[in-house]
């Protein structure tokens, strides 16, 4: 039978609980345990697919298509196994799977309530995955901060679910701060000793606690925690701020989160973590011979969190290449003809992201046109593909004003159109073309030497597809689609002929990249933009 270990955070969001719950599985991982980890979500969207990503952050997509929490990207590149949708589970879906229920008339004329209905849906989510013996350990993060109004029947379900399993299976982290206040010299218990108090409201006695601070906790603060907390004194657990999130499972090692975890759960901790390959990343990732500069174009670059996993790939690229990647976020819509070279002195390669809609296009464009001509190695990510096909149908084929359909329905050069199942869509929620498919890569082409394969996978979110009614004319002038579909024939890889490096994607490489494997894509992209630094600096 599985264990599970369900992490609350207090105080205040944003404190990590992703990486904490991500740190303390590849720990378990790292020890030969099976673990996975699953995100449920207080708020009453379906998933985060329809979400502007100034709300929450990137939305993730799994290889089975789900659209979900940016955390569970940080479960995957943590602990190089894939999630699915029973791993992101939101009140709204909850609620969904229970009207469904009701209007199928299941509660045989029963009042349907939050107590029990939804929070017995609620339970029977959080025990899915451990139902078919694929995993030892299930961490369940739940989102927001206790106290909130709607996460309350989370913390029901938690609270019954702890009762039912027991203290040998089933226990509860409660990730806090411990904020310093600069005026007193001190850091300060008492907003702990306040979330605890109020899961203690709820029914909830937290096993653990890991307090986020800024400055080390001494014996005397670990003490008054754990007097006022109800918690053992090594079950008081630092979290200092790391300079990086990949530093963080070393950091729970240390405070022995891992070694409390399983003697709490009644599991052998005989077998050290074998972490290998995590401190070898890490050496690489604190030790660069190097640094390049990239710039990602994209529409939402004042929030980092929008493009979560490209920077991540960047960094697990920057070290296969023992090189610190420097990212340079330009708003595209601040972009044009006129500045563009500006703008991108200095950079060595230059990125434009995945996004919807057509604020920013222009600039999107200009920054193409730039590098294409001035031989600036160029990686576009879904949009940024379009983006390319549509720069190089307007300036190199003179396909005037061609655009995507997206952008504008009227266009007389539609180098990017829905495809005929797309157009029936009425409902924006989980109707794009998600998830994994497979693509052929053409023999002798660019990508199919970084694969080192002629056959791969990788995950999409997007509606729009190239249009192949212009393929010829796209081919004969140098751009050649080098990866396509091939149950539908659709184009999913472009690469320039003669350009050092110029590749688009319709798929989003960055979901795939793990500390473990590295993308291959980010790899040679980052070490093309090395090399054009090197050129570029022999030069001047
Ligand atoms: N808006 C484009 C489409 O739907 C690209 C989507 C994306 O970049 N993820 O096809």
Redesign the pocket.
Known sequence: MAKYIFVTGGVTSSLGKGIISASLAKLLQARGYRVTIQKFDPYINIDPGTLNPYEHGECYVTEDGAETDLDLGHYERFLNYPTSQANNVTTGRIYQHVIANERAGEYLGKTVQVVPHITDEIKRRMLLLGEDGRYDIIITELGGTVGDIESLPFIEAVRQLRWELGNNDSLVIHLTLVPFLAAAGELKTKPTQHSVKTLLEYGIQPDILVCRTEHHLNTEIRKKLALFCNVNINAVIESIDAPSIYDVPLLMLKEQLDKIVLTKLKLSSKTAPDLENWKAFLGKLKNPTTDVEIALVGKYVELPDAYKSINEAFIHAGAMNECKVRVKCIAAESLNEDNVAELLKGVHGVLVA???GERGLGGKLDAIRYVRENKIPFFG???GM?CAVIEFGRNVLGLKNANSH?MDSKTKHPVITLMDEQKKVKNMGGT?RLGAYGCDLKKGSKVSAIYGKSHISERH????EFNNAYLEQYEAAGMMASGINPDRNLVEIMELKGHPFFLATQF?PELKSTVANPHPLFVSFVAASLAHRKASSTRA
Request: with cysteine.
């Open positions: 995945p996004g919807f990510i879904c949009l379009q997206e794009m979110r997007h509606r729009y989003h």
